[in-house]
C-alpha cells in the first residue's frame, strides 16, 4: 500500500501518501484540501538512509485518522491566520 485516504469531519478528505522528495529523501506526504484553496501538502521528510525508509515505512503504517488530521491541522492554521491577516487589511 502506498496510499491512505481518511474523511476528517473537521478537515474533509485526507491523503496520506508514502513518497521520495526532490532531495531523494524519503517521506509521508499529506494532502488535504481547504475550502478556499487548491489541494496543499504538508510531509514528513527522513534520512535518505536505509534507517530513514524504514522509518517512513513504520510512520507510514501507524497513520490513522488522528494522524492524518494532526497531520494536516498546520495547513489549516495557517490559512486561518492568513485570513485574519487579510481581514484585518480591509
Same mark, same amino acid.
Given at each position: 500500500?502506498? @496510499?491512505k485516504?481518511?474523511d476528517?469531519e473537521?478537515?474533509?478528505?485526507?491523503?496520506?501518501?508514502?513518497? =521520495?522528495?526532490?532531495d531523494?529523501?524519503?517521506?509521508?506526504?499529506?494532502y488535504a484540501k481547504?475550502?478556499?484553496?487548491?489541494?496543499?501538502?504538508n510531509?514528513?521528510?527522513?534520512?535518505?538512509?536505509?534507517?530513514?525508509y524504514?522509518?517512513?515505512?513504520?510512520l507510514?503504517?501507524s =497513520?490513522d485518522?488522528a494522524? @492524518?488530521?494532526?497531520? =494536516?491541522?498546520?495547513?489549516? @492554521?495557517?490559512?486561518?491566520?492568513?485570513?485574519?491577516?487579510?481581514?484585518?487589511e480591509?
Amino acid at each position: 500500500m502506498f @496510499a491512505k485516504i481518511f474523511d476528517s469531519e473537521k478537515y474533509g478528505q485526507i491523503v496520506a501518501m508514502v513518497g =521520495v522528495e526532490e532531495d531523494e529523501n524519503p517521506s509521508v506526504r499529506f494532502y488535504a484540501k481547504p475550502e478556499s484553496m487548491g489541494v496543499c501538502m504538508n510531509s514528513h521528510v527522513f534520512q535518505d538512509t536505509d534507517e530513514g525508509y524504514t522509518d517512513r515505512d513504520k510512520l507510514f503504517e501507524s =497513520v490513522d485518522l488522528a494522524r @492524518a488530521e494532526e497531520a =494536516v491541522s498546520p495547513i489549516f @492554521a495557517l490559512i486561518a491566520f492568513a485570513e485574519d491577516l487579510n481581514s484585518d487589511e480591509t
